[in-house]
């Protein structure tokens, strides 16, 4: 659902790409609906019926990470152990998606290349190698361009996995497609409450269409979550929506490093953290962006990690 003709051009392919069976590359900032795009592919695909593995490629330790894509032989990490099957042996006949495979570890990126080179692998403790029998997907909130020039990112993996890149905008970028998106997710909150519809007074409209959304749809949504669950009426008012829209008049088009963003950005990570006891698990999904990220912005926005 949207009115931005890049989505529409890309949307219009989708169903030829998915039959394709080619490795896919998805990008875009945290929260403008990455993995589902993925899943979107995978249900359009012949391998629909089979499993959808998802693997983060952030935050792990090189080896457990490697466990967990390629699994380990029997025997591979005690003797007499039976095996266990990694993401790629559990996504057999489906589809694996590596999300943020721009931060997988150095040694990691040449046995991904290898499997793209070779279509097969070997567990850890393994002799034998087994065939890819899943589709891979990736995602990144950066252009790998990008992390191949400034993260040291293999050249040669980058080129397999950009085979086919979509883009997915940052909505501050698809300001028509707002009043879409906010219908859309009122809809899906209406049926989760046995068809009780729920409407959007003009006021609080006014605000969320003027509002940036640093976290994307996933903050979009969680931000009308949060106001229908406090709204006891059938119309969410300016009362409902979080404090730290109030007053929020920067248009969506504007550059994210137009002076003041920073500091509507610390706003908004103070009042998140606040909504939510300073548990900064909760208030980083509110915002739409992992734990890390939300502690590496606090620690710039010189935010404390307590009250």
């Known amino acids: ?6 989505l529409r051009s890309m949307l219009e392919v989708l169903p030829a790409l998915a039959q394709s069976g080619c490795t ?21 695909s012949p391998r629909q019926g089979g499993p959808f593995i998802k693997v983060g490629c952030a935050g792990l ?27 790629l042996r559990r ?15 150095a040694g990691l990126q040449e046995e991904l290349w290898l499997l793209l080179e070779r279509q ?26 990008e992390v191949v020039h400034g993260q040291g990112f293999r050249e040669d993996l980058c080129y397999h996995l950009n085979l086919m890149c979509f883009h997915l905008p940052p909505l501050r970028e698809r300001r028509g497609d707002l009043p879409l998106l906010i219908e859309h997710f009122l809809t899906r909150l209406s049926l989760a409450r ?33 106001a229908a669950m406090v709204c006891r009426e059938r119309v969410i008012g300016l009362d409902h929506l979080p404090s730290f829209l109030g007053g929020q008049t920067r248009p969506l088009t504007a550059s994210p490093a137009a002076p003041g963003a920073g500091q509507e950005e610390r706003q908004a990570i103070l009042a998140a953290l606040e909504r939510h006891g300073w548990r900064r698990r909760e208030a980083a999904q509110a915002l739409g962006m992992d734990r890390t990220t939300l502690w590496r912005k606090m620690r710039r926005h010189g935010l404390p990690s307590s009250p």
């Open 120 to 145: 097969a692998y070997l567990p850890r403790g393994g002799v034998r190698g087994l065939p890819l029998q899943a589709r891979l997907l990736a995602a990144s909130k950066c252009p790998l361009e």
């Open 24 to 44: 896919l590359l998805i990008t875009g900032e945290t929260g403008t609906g990455k993995e589902h795009l993925a899943r979107l592919v995978h249900a359009l």
């Open 1 to 6: 659902m949207t009115r931005d003709r890049r």
């Open 91 to 105: 996504a057999s006949q489906g589809s694996l998606l590596l999300d943020e495979v721009g931060e997988l570890p």
């Open 194 to 226: 046995k068809g009780r519809a729920i409407g959007l007074s003009d006021e609080a409209q006014e605000v969320l269409l003027a509002y940036h959304y640093p976290g994307n749809l996933r903050e979009l949504h969680n931000i009308l979550e949060q």
């Open 61 to 87: 330790p090189q080896e457990l990470l490697a466990g967990e894509l390629f699994g380990y032989a029997a025997g591979g990490i005690n003797p007499g152990e039976p095996a266990r099957p990694g993401a």
